[in-house]
């Protein structure tokens, strides 16, 4: 089955600063790659989501990349804020109906003003 | 659009009592619903699929005759802790999945006392 890496466990960053998190899955056909950041005591919330057909995509300050060949996607937060503080989860599934997704670890983002 | 919505938020019950939490897609229909279970500072942990009018799919480990699963509808799916223990205490998140994407719902906390 699917696994999936996420590193780093914890970041910790000034506000107006980059974060990039990273992740690494296992089976080549898996195709959807979302983000997801969870607020405490929240469920997460889908942030960014990139398909296998392209390299990069971008919404406003946030970037996904994925490399197909060596199996890894990053989220890229540009201009951190203190609102960005949560939780971050990558995951990976297949692109069809009822597909189920693996998640990463997490990674806990916190922005210091 | 994608919202979903889970009732109630948080729930407390004395051990050897049943609880249902109901999960609902309230801009879309669902293909799919899903549970998970999240301990703190964890992962998210998949417990069943579910499909409307069909049996719920359930994970390794995962007891089925003590987690019910009912997906009555494409917009409603309810999960039944019965006879429930404090170890049983958790975060339930349900997911509804329209083509591919999953959206969450906001949690369920339950405390067994």
């Known amino acids: 089955g699917e696994n999936v890496e996420q590193h780093p466990s914890t970041l910790s960053v000034q506000e107006g600063d980059s974060a990039v998190i990273k992740c690494t899955y296992s089976?080549?056909?898996?195709?959807?790659f979302p983000w997801y950041k969870q607020e405490l005591g929240k469920g997460p919330q889908l942030i960014i989501d990139i398909r296998s057909n392209v390299g990069e995509k971008k919404d406003q300050r946030i970037a996904v990349t994925l490399n197909k060949t060596a199996k890894h996607f990053s989220l890229h937060i540009t201009e951190t804020q203190p609102e960005d503080s949560a939780v971050y989860f990558c995951a990976a599934s297949k692109e069809t109906s009822g597909s189920r997704l693996t998640f990463g670890e997490g990674t806990q983002l916190t922005v210091n003003p | 659009g994608a919202v979903v919505s889970q009732h109630p938020s948080w729930v407390i019950c004395k051990s050897g009592t049943s609880v249902k939490i109901e999960c609902r897609s309230l801009?879309?229909?669902?293909?799919?619903m899903f549970w998970y279970r999240q301990f703190p500072k964890q992962s998210l942990m998949l417990m069943a699929t579910s499909n409307e009018g069909s049996k719920a799919t359930y994970e390794q480990g995962v007891e089925k005759d003590k987690f019910l699963i009912n997906h009555a509808s494409l917009t409603l799916s309810t999960l039944t802790v019965t006879s429930a223990h404090p170890e049983d205490s958790s975060f339930y998140i349900c997911?509804?999945?329209?083509?591919?994407?999953?959206?969450f719902g906001p949690g369920t906390r339950l405390t067994v006392t």
């Open positions: 089976d080549s056909a898996s195709n959807y």
């Open positions: 997911s509804a999945q329209t083509h591919y994407e999953q959206y």
């Open positions: 801009d879309f229909q669902a293909t799919t």
